[in-house]
């Protein structure tokens, strides 16, 4: 058991930045030769003696089981039961004719005051919204549970609850039901799929957020304005949710060792019967097609209820195809951009060399030069360098800044190790990835850039005597260029569907201030005892609730858009430029980004408001989708719960899904040639007044031409009208396999954009 548990302990959590490249294992308790497993059942089939699909689904586990206990019976994400079962027991189970589908449990990952103000969200959007209230939103946040007592929650001037809401506040030993109220108005949690695995929870099982990721996630959606919100006196100002007047609804499905498959579906399934408007999803973990990815399942069937749902993209960036999962086309994938805003501080050499970085940090600058130490110098055995705990000598690391290597652990517990010895300061250099973050630091502290450490280190070697000064120079805004994307953040092309562009778009997810758990302090250490009541981490999983709360707004702007109509004015309206028509800049490369990174762009809240024309889509659409990449029609009612025939005679193609991108991919043909053409067929529908709109078209592969036909559409009020984009290669595909290019409709008001990318 106890290896077990190293092992899973090893997958850890949150798409935070801390954590990256989770290695999703497919984790089996190893006791009882049972494991468990995610059972899709023909509900169809249901033979008509059963009244309820719970008693058919015992006497399907009966007739290959001596048990007939399920984890949960699901009725509303996916049709069917989880249970524990043994290898002998789901091969019989998957001999069946009503079965669809057996998957094993896996385990995901749960991978602001500035930034709104930054979206350009502060006071026009109050205003937007004043006539609407925005109030009969509902946000779900499955995550790691909430902490009720934080401002953020606080339901001051909220009307009653929408009379739809019909989910609970659970009540338990440190969580009650006067602990919701009409900000948060429900909060439950799900953990018979985790304890089946990992043994029983220590500690109270509640939603209460022992961990601060769902508090974190939760005031970024729709947490209310609280004045003064700041870290250790950073970032100072009014934090507050993206959706201002939206309710939330916490569901907690991530324990300290991750979040089961079998609890984020029952969590779903709770969604839907709750009558949740938006579903938040900031965990990670699901690689692989849909029909095995239980977030995609999950997800489909929170669309098919008018559910908008939004996913992180993944913090595995920067490498080309690092985004594996979240990339369903009926979710909204979202990467991380940076804010305008920045912690400096710098490190001043006893030689007058300067080099400038960042810091969060409490207390005050070392402004006098202090004694600079390399913990190579002060090391008692290996990991020394590396500031590990136990490897410095106390004796030289005492009244000292000290320079430590990267690895192993975190620059905060190296910090904390050097500190715990007598240490006054610390030098880093930036992790990799991690670029831009800050973390909150125990001690006067300077993470310097990779080009900064050849000669610090030198100075450290040669010189006999080395000083230092560390100087933090707090909270600077109006950082330019920004946003940039975060060098983290999952990058295309799409393994799994390489025709849509994933991607979709991307929000701030960097640096991020929102409302933190009284559990834990602000680092990942569990030595952590700093009480904070916001704190700032960066990752995907912070620029997912930002698209959550903005679809939010645009839900409660335009109540009978359907999920598709939502995330396609949040699309065609992002930004790819600056102000002054440069690309935005990719912080991994310093160059131009690339839709790749940042698909149709930056989110634009304002705009996307009032998009003009829509890129709408209905579940039938979807399932031709599925039909398109040749799914079976198991497969598709494992995904859908609908048994749908693909008809034999109709040509299906991926092309054809209405999406608000384009992802061309020439794919070699049977005679390993090339294909040459490839068309995307698309739908616009004006949601707007009566006008005419012309298309044009720019790209940075001359060897492709692209035609659009017709290249004028004129619209009357709520009309569709449906276009061609024929790309036609000539000539030899550019060096890197890729091209890019963009394509928009504009009535000389509104401008329809769509990202473009081009596989060979
Ligand atoms: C729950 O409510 C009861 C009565 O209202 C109160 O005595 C108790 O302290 C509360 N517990 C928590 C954790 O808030
Ligand atoms: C630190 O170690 C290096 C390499 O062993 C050595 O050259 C240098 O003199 C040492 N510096 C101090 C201040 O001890
Ligand atoms: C650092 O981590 C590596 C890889 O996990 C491990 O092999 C090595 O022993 C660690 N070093 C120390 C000094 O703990
Ligand atoms: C930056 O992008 C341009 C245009 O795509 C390219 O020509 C150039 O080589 C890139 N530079 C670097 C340093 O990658």
């Given at each position: 058991?106890?290896?077990?548990?190293?092992?899973?302990?090893?997958?850890?959590?949150?798409?935070?930045?801390?954590?990256?490249?989770?290695?999703l294992?497919?984790?089996?308790?190893?006791?009882?030769?049972?494991?468990?497993?995610?059972?899709?059942?023909a509900?169809?089939?249901?033979?008509?003696i059963?009244n309820?699909?719970?008693?058919?689904?015992?006497?399907?586990?009966?007739?290959?089981?001596?048990?007939?206990?399920?984890?949960?019976?699901?009725?509303?994400?996916?049709?069917?039961?989880?249970?524990?079962?043994?290898?002998?027991?789901?091969?019989?189970?998957?001999?069946?004719?009503?079965?669809?589908?057996?998957?094993?449990?896996?385990?995901?990952?749960?991978l602001?005051?500035?930034?709104?103000?930054?979206?350009?969200?502060?006071k026009?959007?109050?205003?937007?919204?004043?006539?609407?209230?925005?109030?009969?939103?509902?946000?779900?946040?499955?995550?790691?549970?909430?902490?009720?007592?934080?401002?953020?929650?606080?339901?001051?001037?909220?009307?009653?609850?929408?009379?739809?809401?019909?989910?609970?506040?659970e009540?338990?030993?440190?969580f009650?039901?006067?602990?919701?109220?009409?900000?948060?108005?429900?909060?439950?949690?799900?953990?018979k799929?985790?304890?089946?695995?990992?043994?029983?929870?220590?500690?109270?099982k509640?939603?209460r957020?022992?961990?601060?990721?769902?508090?974190?996630?939760?005031?970024?959606?729709?947490?209310?304005?609280?004045?003064?919100?700041?870290?250790?006196?950073?970032?100072?100002?009014?934090?507050?949710?993206?959706?201002?007047?939206?309710?939330?609804?916490?569901?907690?499905?991530?324990?300290?060792?991750?979040?089961?498959?079998?609890?984020?579906v029952?969590?779903i399934d709770?969604?839907?019967?709750?009558n949740v408007d938006?579903?938040?999803?900031?965990?990670?973990?699901?690689?692989?097609?849909?029909?095995?990815d239980?977030?995609?399942?999950?997800?489909?069937?929170?669309?098919d209820?008018?559910?908008?749902?939004?996913?992180?993209?993944?913090?595995?960036?920067p490498?080309?195809?690092?985004?594996?999962?979240?990339?369903?086309?009926?979710v909204?994938?979202?990467?991380?951009?940076?804010l305008?805003?920045?912690?400096?501080?710098?490190?001043a050499?006893?030689?007058?060399?300067?080099?400038?970085?960042?810091?969060?940090y409490?207390?005050?600058?070392?402004?006098?030069?202090?004694?600079?130490?390399?913990?190579?110098?002060?090391?008692?055995?290996?990991?020394?360098?590396?500031c590990?705990?136990?490897?410095?000598?106390?004796?030289?690391?005492?009244?000292?800044?000290?320079?430590?290597?990267?690895?192993?652990?975190?620059?905060?517990?190296?910090?904390?190790?050097?500190?715990?010895?007598g240490?006054?300061?610390?030098?880093?250099?930036?992790?990799?990835?991690?670029?831009l973050?800050?973390?909150a630091?125990f001690?006067?502290?300077?993470?310097v850039?990779?080009?900064?450490?050849?000669?610090?280190?030198?100075?450290?070697?040669?010189?006999?005597?080395?000083v230092a000064?560390?100087?933090?120079?707090?909270t600077?805004?109006?950082?330019k260029?920004?946003?940039?994307?975060?060098?983290?953040?999952?990058?295309?092309?799409?393994?799994?569907?390489?025709?849509?562009?994933k991607?979709?778009?991307?929000?701030?997810?960097?640096?991020?201030l929102?409302?933190?758990?009284?559990?834990?302090?602000?680092?990942?250490?569990?030595?952590?005892?700093?009480?904070?009541?916001?704190?700032?981490?960066?990752?995907?999983?912070?620029?997912?609730?930002?698209?959550?709360?903005?679809?939010?707004?645009?839900?409660?702007?335009?109540?009978?858009?359907?999920?598709?109509?939502?995330?396609?004015?949040?699309?065609?309206?992002a930004?790819?430029?600056y102000?002054?028509?440069?690309?935005?800049?990719?912080?991994?490369?310093?160059?131009?980004?690339?839709?790749?990174?940042?698909?149709?762009?930056?989110?634009?809240?304002?705009?996307a408001?009032?998009p003009?024309?829509?890129?709408?889509?209905?579940?039938?659409?979807?399932?031709?989708?599925?039909?398109?990449?040749?799914?079976?029609?198991?497969s598709?009612?494992?995904?859908?719960?609908r048994?749908?025939?693909?008809?034999?005679?109709?040509?299906?193609?991926?092309?054809?899904?209405?999406?608000?991108?384009?992802?061309?991919?020439?794919?070699?043909?049977?005679?390993?040639?090339?294909?040459?053409?490839?068309?995307?067929?698309?739908?616009?529908t004006n949601?707007?007044p009566?006008?005419?709109?012309?298309?044009?078209v720019?790209?940075?592969?001359?060897?492709v031409?692209?035609?659009?036909?017709?290249?004028?559409?004129?619209?009357?009020?709520d009309?569709?009208?449906?276009?061609?984009?024929?790309?036609?290669?000539?000539?030899?595909?550019?060096?890197s396999?890729?091209?890019?290019?963009?394509?928009?409709?504009?009535?000389?008001?509104?401008?329809?954009?769509?990202?473009?990318?081009i596989?060979?």
């Amino acid at each position: 058991m106890n290896m077990y548990l190293n092992l899973f302990a090893a997958t850890l959590f949150v798409l935070l930045l801390v954590q990256r490249d989770v290695s999703l294992a497919t984790v089996e308790r190893i006791d009882n030769q049972k494991s468990t497993y995610i059972v899709h059942v023909a509900k169809s089939e249901m033979p008509i003696i059963f009244n309820h699909h719970s008693n058919w689904y015992k006497s399907i586990l009966k007739s290959i089981s001596t048990s007939e206990e399920t984890l949960y019976t699901y009725e509303k994400a996916i049709h069917g039961f989880s249970a524990r079962l043994t290898k002998e027991e789901v091969q019989l189970l998957r001999s069946r004719a009503d079965i669809l589908e057996v998957l094993p449990e896996k385990i995901y990952t749960p991978l602001t005051t500035r930034s709104p103000h930054f979206l350009g969200l502060d006071k026009r959007a109050d205003k937007v919204l004043e006539s609407n209230g925005g109030s009969d939103v509902i946000i779900g946040i499955l995550d790691t549970g909430i902490w009720p007592e934080s401002k953020s929650f606080d339901d001051a001037g909220l009307g009653p609850i929408p009379s739809k809401w019909k989910g609970q506040c659970e009540s338990s030993a440190d969580f009650n039901a006067s602990n919701c109220n009409k900000k948060l108005i429900g909060a439950r949690s799900f953990s018979k799929g985790y304890e089946a695995l990992g043994g029983p929870i220590d500690g109270t099982k509640s939603p209460r957020d022992t961990d601060g990721h769902g508090t974190h996630t939760a005031g970024t959606a729709a947490g209310a304005a609280v004045e003064g919100a700041n870290l250790f006196g950073y970032a100072s100002g009014i934090a507050r949710g993206m959706a201002l007047h939206a309710r939330i609804a916490a569901y907690k499905v991530c324990w300290p060792m991750g979040c089961a498959t079998s609890d984020i579906v029952a969590a779903i399934d709770a969604v839907i019967s709750d009558n949740v408007d938006v579903l938040s999803i900031s965990l990670g973990g699901g690689a692989g097609n849909y029909d095995r990815d239980g977030i995609a399942i999950g997800s489909f069937a929170a669309l098919d209820h008018g559910i908008v749902v939004s996913c992180s993209a993944g913090n595995s960036g920067p490498r080309p195809s690092s985004i594996n999962y979240n990339t369903a086309p009926w979710v909204i994938t979202v990467g991380a951009g940076t804010l305008d805003r920045d912690f400096p501080a710098y490190v001043a050499l006893g030689n007058g060399h300067i080099y400038s970085g960042m810091s969060i940090y409490s207390g005050k600058s070392l402004l006098d030069p202090t004694p600079f130490i390399h913990a190579r110098n002060a090391s008692l055995k290996e990991g020394g360098e590396m500031c590990l705990m136990n490897c410095l000598d106390p004796k030289k690391v005492k009244g000292k800044i000290v320079f430590c290597e990267q690895g192993n652990t975190s620059a905060v517990e190296k910090g904390f190790v050097v500190k715990s010895l007598g240490g006054v300061g610390m030098v880093h250099r930036v992790e990799d990835g991690e670029e831009l973050a800050v973390q909150a630091h125990f001690l006067p502290t300077a993470i310097v850039g990779i080009e900064a450490i050849d000669d610090i280190q030198k100075y450290l070697w040669f010189h006999p005597k080395p000083v230092a000064r560390i100087v933090s120079q707090g909270t600077k805004v109006g950082i330019k260029p920004s946003p940039m994307v975060a060098e983290f953040s999952s990058r295309g092309p799409n393994q799994i569907t390489p025709e849509i562009l994933k991607p979709d778009l991307i929000a701030p997810g960097v640096n991020i201030l929102a409302a933190w758990t009284g559990f834990r302090g602000p680092s990942d250490l569990d030595q952590d005892r700093r009480h904070v009541d916001f704190n700032i981490i960066s990752g995907t999983s912070m620029s997912c609730p930002h698209l959550s709360g903005l679809a939010a707004l645009i839900k409660s702007v335009h109540p009978n858009w359907s999920p598709a109509a939502i995330r396609s004015a949040l699309m065609t309206t992002a930004y790819s430029t600056y102000t002054d028509g440069k690309k935005i800049i990719d912080s991994a490369t310093k160059n131009s980004s690339t839709p790749f990174a940042i698909g149709a762009g930056h989110v634009n809240p304002i705009a996307a408001l009032n998009p003009g024309l829509v890129y709408d889509l209905k579940v039938n659409d979807y399932l031709d989708f599925l039909c398109a990449l040749k799914y079976t029609p198991k497969s598709i009612e494992t995904v859908t719960r609908r048994k749908y025939q693909c008809n034999a005679h109709k040509h299906y193609s991926v092309t054809d899904l209405n999406y608000p991108s384009f992802s061309v991919v020439y794919k070699p043909t049977k005679g390993g040639k090339r294909a040459r053409i490839v068309k995307h067929r698309r739908t616009l529908t004006n949601v707007g007044p009566a006008g005419t709109y012309k298309v044009s078209v720019t790209s940075d592969i001359p060897s492709v031409k692209i035609q659009v036909e017709p290249n004028v559409l004129s619209f009357k009020q709520d009309e569709k009208k449906s276009y061609t984009v024929t790309f036609t290669a000539s000539g030899p595909p550019p060096s890197s396999g890729f091209g890019f290019g963009h394509l928009e409709w504009s009535n000389g008001k509104n401008v329809v954009g769509s990202p473009i990318s081009i596989t060979f």
